[in-house]
């Protein structure tokens, strides 16, 4: 399919002319609110954001004229509670305008949003608030309890705000907003460079609490090429990626590169259980271009029946785990569209994909993006031969891409072990073909990926030690034995002598996990096992588990 003018798409691109043409172009001062927000609000009818509201029946249209004046408003109610650049705040919400208002008028000024899942617990929010030192937080009245049972234990913390109904002692943010002034005045503020902190993400680790990941004003660049061209998008497209908005994935498909190319995004509250058939009837009355789903909603969308729905989709994507060639097959009898795979993380941008202008092959992570120097090394930063298993690297020694993190913010020893001999090292694993197509084999530091996910044992584990019954434990991957996850989070657990296994007692444990810690990590396939493979130094041998269960 090939457009002209503005809607004009990718598909006759040469890749290896693109691939060795590619120049990245960063200002020395940049800001993703005034340089692209309020550029494309020039044109007051351009439609930025459509948002489908409780049960899929409403929904609520925003222009980027709509984004400019709202998000100008917030950054002048920030101004008036003296939350200042380079300070952190906290933003737990569901999909919804609120989210891409703060976030806005927080780059504007400089301020630091720290995107939060929903699902974080108390112990996670106080984590979060007290490692980052931030002053604000961000939520809705469902989550007001979970921050106040912490509050007091966080020094930093001077303000909370509720989105959606007044709560007392907390700010509101209707009533702040629409009593704030409309225009925001850039030459007023100290303007914010390229290389100033923009973006602060948690990801998981397997020796520790989450990291710290700092990305900088020059981020949203980098992820125009997620947008152009692993996406495909352009200024026509109503664009759909499947993703909470405390993920790194709602800055890769709902935010940066969208609104940079001008596509408009589209977003659903969807609390409760996951509502494949109003998905896809809501991509059916909308008219959605182009989709981005992880695996497990595509497992879930192909098990409708999909010869009801009449979708306008010209390009469909996936990522976070490896997709089955299975769901592909019956995608495709149904539609007409491959699903193409691409790769990147919380600390990057898009740096491997399959590209909708070259062959595709099914399983694998694709080439890589514009821009980046991604090779197959071994852990002294040697280029191993084709077919050979090592690390996936992107080298950095004489281009830093923007769409690579600042660091691991107060981290030292986890940027050693990511910044060596000129590359950043993902931490993942794999070969690369005689075609130059890359081949995902697997994680080196365990963190387990399931429903696009990622989450990391030794939070998993640390919550079921709190559990009375267990006297030691080993959290890995296992296939989902339903077939609908991909990979699932399973424990082994060693019982204390006074417990012994029961479905009961399986189902107490579950539980409690999910109290402790947010709900999505919990165990959903327990082991009960006599003892431990070991090495000899007492550490628990996590890839003996893992081959046990073939996973």
Same mark, same amino acid.
């Given at each position: 399919?090939?457009?002209?003018?503005?809607?004009?798409?990718?598909?006759?691109?040469?890749?290896?002319?693109?691939? @060795?043409?590619?120049?990245?172009?960063?200002?020395?001062?940049?800001?993703?609110?005034?340089?692209?927000?309020?550029?494309? $609000?020039?044109?007051?009818?351009?439609? $930025?954001?459509?948002?489908?509201?409780?049960?899929?029946?409403?929904? %609520?249209?925003?222009? &980027?004229?709509?984004?400019?004046?709202?998000?100008?408003?917030?950054?002048?109610?920030?101004?008036?509670?003296?939350?200042?650049?380079?300070?952190?705040?906290?933003?737990?919400? /569901?999909?919804?305008?609120?989210?891409?208002?703060?976030?806005?008028?927080?780059?504007?000024?400089?301020?630091?949003? #720290?995107?939060?899942?929903?699902?974080?617990?108390?112990?996670?929010?106080?984590?979060?608030?007290?490692?980052? /030192?931030?002053?604000? *937080?961000?939520?809705?009245?469902?989550?007001?309890?979970?921050?106040?049972?912490?509050?007091?234990?966080?020094?930093?913390?001077?303000?909370?705000?509720?989105?959606?109904?007044?709560?007392?002692?907390?700010?509101?943010?209707?009533?702040?907003?629409?009593?704030?002034?409309?225009?925001?005045?850039?030459?007023?503020?100290?303007?914010?460079?390229?290389?100033?902190?923009?973006?602060?993400? &948690?990801?998981?680790?397997?020796?520790?609490?989450?990291? #710290?990941?700092?990305?900088?004003?020059?981020?949203?660049?980098?992820?125009?090429?997620?947008?152009? &061209?692993?996406?495909?998008?352009?200024?026509?497209?109503?664009?759909?990626? *499947?993703?909470?908005?405390?993920?790194?994935?709602?800055?890769?498909?709902?935010?940066?590169?969208?609104?940079?190319?001008?596509?408009?995004?589209?977003?659903?509250?969807?609390?409760? %259980?996951?509502?494949?058939?109003?998905?896809?009837?809501?991509?059916?009355?909308?008219?959605?271009?182009? &989709?981005?789903?992880?695996?497990?909603?595509?497992?879930?969308?192909?098990?409708?029946?999909?010869?009801?729905?009449?979708?306008?989709?010209?390009?469909?994507?996936?990522?976070?785990?490896? #997709?089955?060639?299975?769901?592909?097959?019956?995608?495709?009898?149904?539609?007409?569209?491959?699903?193409?795979?691409?790769?990147?993380?919380?600390?990057?941008?898009?740096? =491997?994909?399959?590209?909708?202008?070259?062959?595709?092959?099914? +399983?694998?992570?694709?080439?890589?993006?514009?821009?980046?120097?991604?090779?197959?090394?071994?852990?002294?930063?040697?280029? =191993?031969?084709?077919?050979?298993?090592?690390?996936?690297?992107?080298?950095? @020694?004489?281009?830093?891409?923007?769409?690579?993190?600042? /660091?691991?913010?107060?981290?030292?020893?986890? #940027?050693?072990? $990511?910044?060596?001999? +000129?590359?950043?090292?993902?931490?993942?694993?794999?070969?690369?073909?005689?075609?130059?197509?890359?081949?995902?084999?697997?994680?080196?530091?365990?963190? !387990?990926?399931?429903?696009?996910?990622?989450?990391?044992?030794?939070?998993?584990?640390?919550?079921?030690?709190?559990?009375?019954?267990?006297?030691?434990?080993?959290?890995?991957?296992?296939?989902?034995?339903?077939?609908?996850?991909?990979?699932? *989070?399973?424990?082994? !657990?060693?019982?204390?002598?006074?417990?012994?296994?029961?479905?009961?007692?399986?189902?107490?444990?579950?539980?409690?996990?999910?109290?402790?810690?947010?709900?999505?990590?919990?165990?959903?396939?327990?082991?009960?096992?006599?003892?431990?493979?070991?090495?000899?130094?007492?550490?628990?041998?996590?890839?003996?588990?893992?081959?046990?269960?073939?996973?």
């Amino acid at each position: 399919m090939v457009q002209t003018g503005a809607c004009r798409t990718v598909d006759e691109l040469d890749y290896d002319r693109l691939y @060795k043409e590619f120049k990245w172009e960063v200002p020395e001062f940049y800001n993703f609110g005034f340089d692209v927000v309020d550029k494309w $609000a020039e044109d007051r009818t351009k439609l $930025a954001l459509v948002s489908i509201l409780g049960n899929g029946e409403r929904s %609520r249209y925003n222009t &980027f004229y709509d984004m400019k004046v709202l998000s100008d408003r917030f950054a002048n109610v920030l101004i008036k509670l003296g939350v200042k650049k380079g300070d952190r705040v906290l933003v737990m919400l /569901e999909s919804i305008p609120q989210w891409y208002v703060v976030l806005i008028g927080m780059f504007k000024l400089g301020v630091i949003p #720290m995107p939060g899942t929903v699902l974080l617990t108390s112990k996670d929010i106080k984590y979060r608030i007290n490692r980052a /030192e931030a002053n604000m *937080v961000i939520t809705d009245v469902n989550h007001v309890g979970r921050v106040e049972r912490i509050a007091s234990e966080c020094p930093t913390l001077k303000h909370k705000m509720v989105v959606d109904a007044p709560v007392l002692e907390w700010l509101y943010y209707k009533d702040e907003i629409y009593g704030a002034q409309d225009e925001l005045d850039r030459s007023k503020l100290e303007p914010t460079r390229s290389d100033d902190p923009m973006l602060l993400y &948690f990801t998981s680790g397997t020796t520790g609490q989450p990291k #710290m990941v700092l990305h900088t004003h020059s981020y949203p660049l980098g992820h125009e090429v997620t947008a152009r &061209f692993a996406q495909a998008l352009t200024s026509c497209d109503l664009h759909w990626t *499947v993703s909470e908005t405390g993920w790194a994935k709602a800055a890769w498909g709902k935010l940066f590169g969208q609104m940079i190319v001008g596509a408009a995004i589209i977003q659903w509250e969807t609390p409760g %259980r996951f509502d494949a058939d109003g998905l896809l009837r809501a991509m059916e009355r909308y008219g959605v271009t182009t &989709f981005c789903a992880p695996p497990t909603v595509y497992r879930m969308l192909i098990q409708q029946d999909l010869t009801k729905y009449k979708l306008n989709l010209r390009h469909c994507m996936s990522a976070g785990e490896p #997709m089955n060639p299975e769901v592909i097959k019956i995608w495709k009898q149904n539609f007409g569209l491959d699903i193409y795979d691409f790769y990147g993380q919380t600390e990057t941008v898009c740096v =491997l994909s399959n590209f909708p202008f070259m062959p595709i092959k099914y +399983g694998s992570m694709g080439k890589p993006t514009p821009g980046h120097d991604v090779r197959i090394v071994d852990d002294d930063g040697k280029e =191993l031969p084709v077919s050979t298993e090592g690390n996936i690297a992107l080298y950095v @020694k004489d281009v830093y891409p923007p769409g690579l993190m600042k /660091e691991y913010w107060k981290d030292p020893d986890a #940027m050693k072990k $990511a910044f060596r001999h +000129g590359f950043y090292f993902t931490g993942d694993r794999a070969y690369k073909d005689e075609d130059g197509y890359f081949w995902f084999v697997g994680r080196d530091d365990d963190v !387990i990926k399931s429903s696009g996910y990622r989450i990391g044992p030794f939070e998993v584990e640390s919550a079921l030690m709190e559990h009375p019954a267990i006297a030691e434990c080993a959290v890995v991957g296992a296939p989902d034995p339903k077939g609908v996850r991909g990979i699932v *989070v399973k424990a082994f !657990i060693h019982l204390r002598k006074e417990y012994k296994p029961s479905e009961e007692l399986t189902k107490d444990i579950q539980e409690f996990v999910k109290n402790i810690t947010a709900p999505y990590k919990y165990p959903r396939i327990i082991e009960y096992v006599q003892e431990f493979p070991k090495t000899i130094s007492g550490k628990i041998k996590r890839k003996d588990l893992r081959e046990k269960d073939g996973s």
